[in-house]
């Protein structure tokens, strides 16, 4: 595609309920990014993948949050029995490859949890 | 680690130069990055720098980075009311980014 695009723009939700969010990145990057943006602690990265593979979850903040990406495209970030304070804005972005690590963002999902 | 430093608040009238500043503390990052957000959007990727340039000039904007004293700054020519965002500084590192806390400008007609 054109861009980053993530869905859906906003979510509402009930405290202990899963939610998935989802990222398609721009076609023909390698590697994808989340990171998470909230008042209190800015801009968090999260978690990245080079094709499927996240070598690295030290970012994601619970065992409640996980993410998967298949066929080196879409991805998927689902956080489980979410809290309060999972409130924020999930960010996605992708780069032609970790070398060349020129991030590009989608407009973001704004996750409320009540 | 990697510590991204901003200031706050930079009001700018329109026709005037803005200038935004930012430290860091990872010198081994490879590029440095300036972001624009406006109010409900993503981040837009505005312009970069790679690490061992020490000036880049992209139409209305200049970035000067001084690796030295690890300060990143961006200079924004002539502002418009649509240049009116918050702007962030970041690093890379470690396959990801490290963001400052962001810099609002508001730019007065």
């Known amino acids: 595609g054109a861009g980053v695009s993530q869905s859906p723009s906003n979510k509402v939700t009930e405290k202990g309920k899963d939610v998935e969010l989802r990222c398609d990145p721009i076609s023909g990057h390698t590697a994808l990014y989340w990171y998470r943006q909230s008042l209190g602690q800015g801009l968090e990265f999260l978690i990245y993948?080079?094709?499927?593979?996240?070598?690295?979850k030290s970012g994601l903040p619970s065992d409640r949050f996980s993410a998967e990406r298949t066929g080196g495209s879409v991805s998927t970030l689902t956080i489980q029995r979410t809290q309060q304070e999972d409130s924020a804005v999930y960010l996605c972005?992708?780069?032609?490859?970790?070398?060349?690590?020129?991030?590009?963002f989608g407009a973001g999902t704004r996750l409320s949890v009540l | 680690g990697e510590d991204v430093e901003q200031s706050l608040f930079l009001s700018v009238r329109e026709g005037d130069s803005s200038v935004i500043n930012c430290t860091y503390t990872?010198?081994?990052?490879?590029?440095l990055y300036w972001y624009k957000q406006e109010p409900g959007a993503g981040l837009q990727l505005l312009t970069y720098i790679f690490s061992n340039m020490d000036m880049k000039q992209d139409q209305r904007l200049t970035v000067l980075l001084n690796k030295k004293d690890k300060h990143l700054s961006l200079r924004i020519a002539d502002t418009q009311t649509g240049d009116s965002a918050i702007y962030f500084c970041a690093e890379d590192g470690n396959n990801r980014l490290a963001f400052g806390k962001g810099n609002q400008v508001v730019v007065i007609p």
């Open positions: 990872d010198s081994s990052s490879t590029y």
């Open positions: 993948f080079q094709g499927n593979s996240a070598p690295d």
């Open positions: 972005a992708s780069s032609l490859d970790l070398a060349k690590n020129i991030q590009y």
